[in-house]
């Protein structure tokens, strides 16, 4: 695979090297493209040496072989790392004043972006409103690392391992991260090196969304109206659909549990951006699983600043307005582009006085008009935050409930087991 590796000015320019090592001696073709501020941290000669090609920031070095348009179209993958807010800026803006921020405006093929920053430029909302930018446009920006930063400082904002980088960039081009592999030059995962490659991969060359936790709805800057999900049931598919063999995006509301690796990772925090990025990979997903747990009403007013009690006016009385209904709108899109795709919804039900859980669940599959639908019964320390769990898996299809039960892994196990089955039946295999 032809990887661009591009290199932003910051002191974990330095980490990068590895990063560099790593895809080289997994045998890919990489040519690094450091920014002038990048050649200040790490040297051009090292850059030479360890990709063994030639190393520039200019558009104007080696002009005849049109550097700054073949680079970027050429490229099966470009990472950039760190990405700093200066580069993130200028990307975000499409701006092309050196070679790489060239080289990104010419790509063709998957770009992954790695920030490092300190924490203030990270949370800044110019920086946060760029990575909304670029990830609106496909661009996988990671999540920063928490930890120790350049100075005294600590927070999010660190580079990620570059072990980590390695793993989500070559699930990012669909390429099998078995050392000494040459991965597939197209985006579809390589096949499993093992002896049963399809029963193992059965999801193999398919781009699996799931999202996962429970968003948060603000009230004021400090407050917010959220809910129990943990995300353990969300990051236990993501890991089960990624070991299947499939492209995973993992659509993340707040979870108590950190993301697997080897998974593309979308940070949102309420209802209202979690349907825009389920809407935005829905585009291009065969699978869309909504594990979360969505905020059916948020405040209808949000306070720009701390609510504070007084005792000279009456205490707050907080209006909710209904969000809208991510996966009956997911459905709607679908059918309306009549794409080949499954849709699995979750439901949460206790049962009451009108109906028993499985009442509901199918009052509910009929609803929202999802392929499948795994019901869990919640109930004080049941299902939530649990590690184990028990589900019914409905289908439109009419095939009998199947009920599922064990670790959220055996869970997630059985629900991919049956979208497996689903999908043998729904899409043709190519
Ligand atoms: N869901 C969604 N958008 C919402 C609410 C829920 O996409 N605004 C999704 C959840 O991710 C889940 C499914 O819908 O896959 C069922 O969620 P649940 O909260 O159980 O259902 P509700 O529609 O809220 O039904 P009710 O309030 O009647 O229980």
Known sequence: MRIVLGVGGGIAAYKVASLLRLFTEAGHDVTVIPTEAATRF?????WEALSGHPVSSSVFDAVHTVNHVRLGHE???IVVAPATADLLARAATGQANDLLTNTLLMASGPVLMAPAMHTEMWRHPATQANVETLRSRGVTVLEPASGRLTGADSGPGRL???EAIFEAALALAGAASVPGARPVPSSQPAPSTGPSASAARPLAGLTVTISAGGTREPLD?????????????GVALAVAARDAGARVRLLAAHMEVPAPDGVELVSVETALELRKAALHAAADSDVVIMAAAVADFRPADVSGTKIKKRDDVADPVIALVRNPDILQELVEVRDAASRDQLIVGFAAETGDAD???LEYAEAKLRRKACDLLVVNQVGKDMVFGEDTNSVIILSRSGTEPQEASGSKSDVAAAVLDRISAELSRVVPPA
């Open 221 to 233: 800057p400090v407050r917010f109206l959220g809910n129990r999900s943990s995300g353990k049931q």
């Open 75 to 77: 490229a099966d993958l």
């Open 42 to 46: 790490v040297g051009v000669a090292t």
């Open 355 to 357: 109906g028993d859980v």
């Open 160 to 162: 990620p391992e570059p």
